[in-house]
């Protein structure tokens, strides 16, 4: 498969990364769940890095569980918000800006590496997961929880039912789901080709609601 794509979703800047940071900001529970999900796979001192964390809530959840969070994003709009939760959460979490493919971070920085909904809409995937393998402590893991292309639409609307939105932004996020998110969704087979063409060599795939989650481990 290609290593390389267009990047073709909106551009998360100004306005609209506003506006996805108010109405992802109504699933707070969702990043908790996600949180309490990674916390057995985490030690207390562990120093966690989410790639691409958007309005960074799960990066501001982890670093209320204690563990050293940092961040990047490409979007300067995300990097100030996600910066700004984190004071009105009273958490320390070290917020930068960057490139999933070039981060700006030493090698074995981290524990862990975290990317959630994003992964789709990198024009170098395969960059990125060695990246996040550069980064990582020998033993790190990483993981990736996106959307799976195969999701349907009876899935998709219940996933936005879920998320208690008004009416119109429920359409907008349906229709941002069924027109433009599958469209740069991976299958789970192509997520393990990349695991397998990456510096980690292999990756394990579980299923995920209307997502799918790719685990990794860089060898000790």
């Known amino acids: 498969m290609r290593t ?4 073709k979703g909106m551009p998360m800047e100004g306005v609209i990364a506003t506006w996805y940071a108010r109405n992802t900001g109504r699933e707070r529970a969702r990043f908790d769940d996600t949180a309490n999900r990674l916390a057995p796979r985490l030690s207390p001192a562990a120093r966690v890095l989410e790639v691409a964390p958007g309005p960074g809530y799960l990066s501001v959840e982890l670093a209320r569980r204690g563990y050293s969070v940092s961040a990047v994003d490409i979007s300067r709009s995300f990097v100030r918000i996600t910066r700004e939760s ?5 958490v320390s979490v070290d917020v930068r ?4 493919a070039h981060l700006p971070f030493a090698d074995a920085s981290f524990d862990y590496a975290i990317c959630v909904a994003a992964f789709k809409n990198f024009t170098d995937p395969l960059g990125a997961i060695n990246e996040m393998h550069r980064v ?5 893991q990483a993981s ?3 959307l799976r292309r195969n999701a349907t639409p009876e899935e998709i609307d219940a996933e936005v039912r879920r998320m208690h939105l008004s009416r119109m932004n429920a359409q907008i996020t349906r229709w941002t789901f069924r027109f433009m998110l599958l469209k740069l969704a991976y299958t789970s087979r192509q997520l393990a080709e990349l695991a397998e063409g990456s510096r980690f060599g ?5 299923a995920d609601g209307i997502g799918c989650e790719l685990r990794m481990t860089k060898a000790a």
Not at 4 to 7: F, L, S, W
Not at 86 to 90: E, F, L
């Open 136 to 140: 990582l402590r020998p033993g790190g």
């Open 144 to 146: 990736i929880l996106d």
């Open 4 to 7: 390389r794509k267009a990047y």
């Open 97 to 100: 800006h960057g490139d999933a």
């Open 202 to 206: 292999h990756g394990e795939i579980s």
């Open 86 to 90: 984190a004071v009105r959460a009273g």
